[in-house]
């Protein structure tokens, strides 16, 4: 299903099924908090993929790990702020993908608002 804008003069209406933290309107910075997995655990929405999907605010100069397990890989996506992946330095709009390893380490250079996709 593809998404439409609302049109003018309409409002979209607050999905039932958006996980809490969505309802609270918070992320806890500095840590991963899953949005989205098969089977939707812990709260998350429910997708039909062997994946997870976590949402993280990183503050300036901290970093936050991430191990992969066996067969697994991952993508970052950076929504605002900058942060290193590894060494290697993603702005705002950036992609990474994640593969050939079992130990993730992102830093954040600004304060950084991000997605992180953990595959199989």
């Not at 590894?86 to 991000?114: C, M, W």
Request: aromatic letters at 8%.
């Amino acid at each position: 299903m593809a998404a439409r804008p609302a049109g003018p003069g309409r409002r979209h209406q607050p999905s039932e099924d958006l996980p809490k933290h969505f309802e609270r309107g918070g992320i806890e910075a500095g840590s991963f908090q899953l949005i989205a997995s098969k089977g939707g655990r812990a709260g998350s929405i429910s997708i039909h993929q062997v994946a997870d999907v976590y949402v993280a605010k990183l503050p300036e100069g901290r970093s936050i790990d991430h191990s992969f397990a066996a067969s697994r890989s991952g993508w970052v996506q950076v929504i605002e702020g900058e942060l290193f992946l590894n060494g290697e330095k993603l702005g705002p709009g950036d992609g990474a993908s994640i593969s050939e390893t079992r130990q993730l380490r992102l830093s954040a250079v600004r304060d950084a608002h991000f997605l992180f996709f953990d595959l199989t």
